[in-house]
């Protein structure tokens, strides 16, 4: 080699050291994507980096490799990829004991139900019988059952049957008697089907709590087993935060350990439940804030669920002229609770399904936060609201917190037990994001699926899964691709206070993101529910791949 060859080959040696030496350290990279950020401008970029779980560039896939070098490249290779999705309203613990019940989601009769109980029995033979997933709509003429085949199967047992919405159940005589219920009993926001003079054994919202204060609780290793499978479940479908919608403070100190333990890495946005004990523990201990936990909040009921007639409405419903539902607390109740989490600086969240429970509570909500305001006040559900009240949502900043499949669950039978007036304001989200320009989505899960895509589908295109009905449920309501994007993201997690932390893939933030095999922003309506999660990134660690 001559000199002039020579000085050349270590002229370009020094020049890729200088470059080598002028570039970042990064944990790793992400390139080649097609990556949605869902920041303010809801652009899409090529590539980030990443360094101590959390984003610290994006940009072009050039731009990123220029300034920044690392032992790991992710290649998304031209697929998707999304911030890390938010269940806006979901029930984390009661997913996970859901999954070890007799699983009674879709049975088209009670016959069936009946058998598939009998099966999960066989393999689970000791301790209370449990199940969850019944729906009577679902059924050849909608009616309540009896457990009359229950104490005859299992006179010896007590069992205890919950519907899919949480808000009805059905125990055998021997889970009444354990109960100490020896006939009906009259109670606020409760009730006890009868049949001639006969309790049924149908408990509808705070009547289940007598018989369900009864089954024992399960030991410290099998609550971490249920949340452990519920957590995988989860991030196999992308979810990376979950608001849990009414535990107890003990749940929340178990969280905690869980937390700091590294056993639990799944964000929680906790809402404690409508309890003296509770709202001590928060009032005395203040706000408690991680990276992992979140609580801040309230979850109160005001009434029940629309499928068991549990929702309470200003006029009856009509396909039962004589039921309208029920609060589930008197007024005062809600008022001294709202008034007493305003004080604290808390944030208030309420269940409310019904027309005259909407108007109840967003009455009481604008009476307390007088005005617009940031405290970020919840409705939850916001199924069905009169025409004359959606406008006090924007009065006073409250927040409408839907779950889009309840809609696609529903709408075989709503207007049936609804009507033709009433129905126009049910489910109305779009109508609702008008208020204050946002709103947060979520499933209601264990109650529907877990799946973000069957969210984003409902929200979108307002049909079943084999594409019924053919112009939509209501389509004047459903969402844009985007808006819903946002629903399950950005806006969820600024309805946590967390926008500044989560919620879209910009520097600064955590880098929770998900890797998916198609864009679902961009397919048809058949394909987006045959979208799959490819990986799962929570912190900036791979929590999920698909093998």
């Known amino acids: 080699?001559?000199?002039?060859?020579?000085?050349?080959?270590?002229?370009?040696?020094?020049?890729?050291?200088?470059?080598?030496?002028?570039?970042?350290?990064?944990?790793?990279?992400?390139?080649?994507?097609?990556?949605?950020?869902?920041?303010?401008?809801?652009?899409?970029?090529?590539?980030?980096?990443?360094?101590?779980?959390?984003?610290?560039?994006?940009?072009?896939?050039?731009?990123?490799?220029?300034?920044?070098?690392?032992?790991e490249i992710i290649n998304a290779e031209g697929n998707p990829v999304y911030p890390g999705f938010i269940d806006g309203h979901a029930h984390f613990f009661g997913y996970g004991e859901s999954l070890q019940v007799a699983d009674?989601?879709?049975?088209?009769?009670?016959?069936?139900?009946?058998?598939?109980?009998?099966?999960?029995?066989?393999?689970?033979?000791?301790?209370?019988?449990?199940?969850?997933?019944?729906?009577?709509?679902?059924?050849?003429?909608?009616q309540f059952p009896t457990n009359q085949l229950l104490n005859e199967l299992f006179p010896d047992r007590p069992v205890l049957l919950t519907r899919v919405d949480g808000h009805a159940a059905i125990a055998n005589q021997k889970a009444l008697e354990l109960a100490g219920i020896t006939g009906y009993k009259q109670m606020v926001g409760g009730e006890m089907i009868t049949q001639n003079g006969k309790l049924t054994g149908v408990l509808i919202d705070n009547a289940i709590g007598l018989v369900a204060s009864k089954i024992p609780a399960g030991d410290l290793d099998f609550t971490k087993k249920i949340l452990m499978e519920a957590q995988a479940n989860c991030f196999a479908v992308g979810l990376t935060t979950i608001v849990d919608c009414g535990i107890d403070h003990e749940q929340v100190e178990l969280l905690k350990k869980l937390h700091e333990s590294n056993d639990l890495k799944?964000?929680?946005?906790?809402?404690?439940?409508?309890?003296?004990?509770?709202?001590?523990?928060?009032?005395?201990?203040?706000?408690?804030?991680?990276?992992?936990?979140?609580?801040?909040?309230?979850?109160?009921?005001?009434?029940?669920?629309?499928?068991?007639?549990?929702?309470?409405?200003?006029?009856?419903?009509?396909?039962?002229?004589?039921?309208?539902?029920?609060?589930l607390s008197d007024l005062k109740h809600f008022e001294e609770v709202a008034e007493l989490i305003n004080k604290n600086n808390f944030q208030m969240n309420t269940h409310a399904i019904g027309d005259s429970a909407n108007r109840a509570i967003l009455n009481i909500y604008n009476k307390v936060l007088n005005g617009k305001n940031d405290k970020r006040w919840r409705i939850e559900h916001a199924q069905v609201v009169n025409k004359d009240d959606f406008d006090k949502f924007g009065t006073a900043s409250i927040i409408p917190s839907v779950q889009p499949t309840h809609a696609t669950s529903d709408m075989y039978w709503a207007e049936e037990r609804l009507g033709a007036e009433r129905i126009g304001g049910a489910y109305a989200y779009k109508d609702l994001l008008k208020q204050n320009?946002?709103?947060?989505?979520?499933?209601?899960?264990?109650?529907?699926?877990?799946?973000?895509?069957?969210?984003?589908?409902?929200?979108?295109?307002?049909?079943?899964?084999?594409?019924?009905?053919?112009?939509?449920?209501?389509?004047?309501?459903?969402?844009?691709?985007?808006?819903?994007?946002?629903?399950?993201?950005?806006?969820?997690?600024?309805?946590?206070?967390?926008?500044?932390?989560?919620?879209?893939?910009?520097?600064?933030?955590?880098a929770d993101f998900v890797i998916m095999d198609k864009d679902f922003m961009k397919a048809k309506a058949n394909e987006i529910l045959n979208v799959k999660v490819l990986k799962t990134y929570l912190n900036g660690e791979k929590v999920f791949e698909r093998k």
């Open 437 to 510: 320009g946002w709103l947060t989505l979520g499933t209601d899960f264990p109650v529907e699926q877990i799946n973000p895509m069957l969210t984003f589908y409902a929200a979108t295109i307002r049909k079943d899964a084999k594409g019924f009905p053919e112009q939509g449920f209501q389509i004047n309501n459903a969402l844009t691709p985007e808006e819903a994007l946002k629903g399950m993201t950005i806006w969820a997690a600024k309805a946590n206070f967390e926008e500044k932390e989560k919620g879209s893939l910009e520097v600064g933030k955590f």
């Open 1 to 71: 080699m001559n000199k002039s060859n020579l000085r050349s080959v270590v002229f370009l040696i020094c020049a890729l050291f200088l470059i080598s030496c002028g570039k970042k350290k990064a944990d790793f990279l992400v390139i080649n994507g097609s990556i949605y950020t869902v920041n303010e401008g809801f652009d899409v970029v090529e590539a980030f980096a990443v360094k101590d779980g959390k984003i610290i560039a994006v940009g072009t896939t050039d731009e990123i490799q220029s300034k920044f070098e690392s032992e």
């Open 104 to 142: 009674l989601f879709g049975t088209q009769s009670w016959n069936e139900l009946i058998e598939r109980l009998k099966d999960f029995a066989k393999t689970h033979p000791e301790g209370w019988l449990q199940g969850r997933g019944w729906d009577q709509n679902l059924w050849k003429g909608k």
């Open 266 to 327: 799944m964000r929680l946005y906790a809402m404690l439940s409508d309890s003296p004990k509770n709202y001590d523990f928060l009032i005395k201990n203040g706000a408690i804030k991680t990276e992992r936990l979140n609580v801040r909040s309230f979850k109160v009921y005001a009434d029940g669920a629309l499928g068991s007639r549990g929702a309470c409405l200003l006029h009856p419903y009509s396909d039962s002229p004589n039921q309208s539902g029920f609060l």
